[in-house]
């Protein structure tokens, strides 16, 4: 139910929403159809376009969940001014991700940066490739030395790219201004390594209005407890199971009898809106109790 949300709640709010300037990031950035589709939903810019973006990447692997359609704005809407960061490891995919960036003009609204992000700033190998879109590569595939095929990449934290790019400044929750440096969506797909992306966004994450993470079967999510992650690194969000058009709340439903139900790691998605947000949450809140009646 979880493998591809429809996150129906955070467009329909989105769209309402009537900033001057926007900020998004996603994490894990592969072929750039989540970061277009950001940008168009957070920009209300009609002229981006998630189809048009996926012809100009070319030949590539068919995504998991789809090519995402693009978001309907009003046609009166005057476009706000902002970026969302296209953060991705994968050589020939951020060469693919740059050539389709020049060539439909969105350097406005999208900033593609080749980096692995994790808990760390240094240098990290990665897997290199020649197929641009590959979604399954990772840190862990190069952890032992001698495997064949890695190459050394810039690796960050959250909290430190988000400073070289000038996007962490002082920010205090009751400042009438804080508006202005807020992270409206926070999109995280790191391929088993989205636990560190977290660890290392500590700071971030006091700025983040909506999250997206992925929980799996592999890599270093087995090594972690999504029990523990939302009660301590997402304290101060309220955080549920994500599907198409329902949510099931994880956040203070959490109980020992049901705890390792919680641990079993699959391809699944979980929603995050910061407890500040008091309309996105109210009305993830109400799609969670129509969930639960249906269920």
């Known amino acids: 139910h979880t493998h591809c949300p429809s996150e129906s709640w955070a467009r329909d709010y989105f769209k309402k929403l009537r900033g001057n300037s926007f900020l998004g990031v996603n994490v894990g950035c592969n072929k750039g159809l989540d970061a277009v589709e950001m940008a168009q939903l957070l920009s209300r810019?009609?002229?981006?376009?998630?189809?048009?973006?996926?012809?100009?990447?070319?030949?590539?692997?068919?995504?998991?969940?789809?090519?995402?359609?693009?978001?309907?704005?009003?046609a009166?809407?005057?476009?706000?001014?902002?970026?969302?960061?296209?953060?991705?490891p994968v050589s020939s995919t951020v060469s693919n991700l740059k050539k389709a960036l020049r060539e439909l003009?969105?350097?406005?609204?999208?900033?593609?940066?080749?980096?692995?992000?994790?808990?760390?700033?240094?240098?990290?190998?990665?897997?290199?490739?020649?197929?641009?879109g590959v979604e399954s590569k990772s840190l862990k595939d190069c952890e032992n030395l001698a495997t064949e095929g890695c190459v050394e990449i810039p690796a960050y934290s959250l909290d430190d790219y988000l400073?070289?790019?000038?996007?962490?400044?002082?920010?205090?929750?009751?400042?009438s201004s804080a508006s202005a440096s807020l992270i409206d969506m926070l999109l995280i797909d790191a391929e088993g390594f989205d636990y560190e992306v977290l660890q290392g966004a500590r700071e971030t994450l006091k700025r983040v209005r909506y999250l997206l993470f992925e929980v799996n079967f592999g890599k270093n999510w087995l090594d972690h407890s999504l029990v523990e992650t939302v009660k301590t690194i997402?304290?101060?969000?309220?955080?549920?199971?994500?599907?198409q058009r329902r949510l099931w709340r994880i956040t203070n439903c959490m109980?020992?009898?049901?705890?390792?139900?919680?641990?079993?790691?699959?391809?699944?998605?979980?929603?995050?809106?910061?407890?500040?947000?008091?309309?996105?949450?109210?009305?993830?809140?109400?799609?969670?109790?129509?969930?639960?009646m249906v269920d």
């Open 163 to 175: 400073r070289k790019h000038g996007v962490l400044v002082a920010f205090n929750n009751s400042d």
């Open 234 to 243: 997402l304290r101060d969000f309220t955080c549920y199971w994500a599907g």
């Open 255 to 292: 109980n020992e009898r049901i705890a390792d139900v919680y641990e079993l790691k699959s391809w699944s998605n979980v929603a995050c809106v910061h407890q500040r947000e008091t309309e996105l949450a109210a009305s993830m809140e109400e799609i969670w109790k129509n969930t639960i």
């Open 105 to 132: 003009k969105y350097e406005d609204y999208i900033v593609v940066t080749q980096a692995a992000v994790s808990n760390y700033t240094g240098m990290a190998r990665f897997p290199d490739s020649n197929e641009s």
């Open 76 to 88: 009166n809407s005057t476009p706000s001014t902002g970026k969302v960061h296209c953060i991705e």
């Open 45 to 74: 810019d009609n002229r981006l376009s998630v189809k048009d973006w996926n012809k100009a990447m070319g030949a590539q692997t068919i995504p998991a969940c789809g090519v995402p359609r693009d978001v309907k704005v009003f």
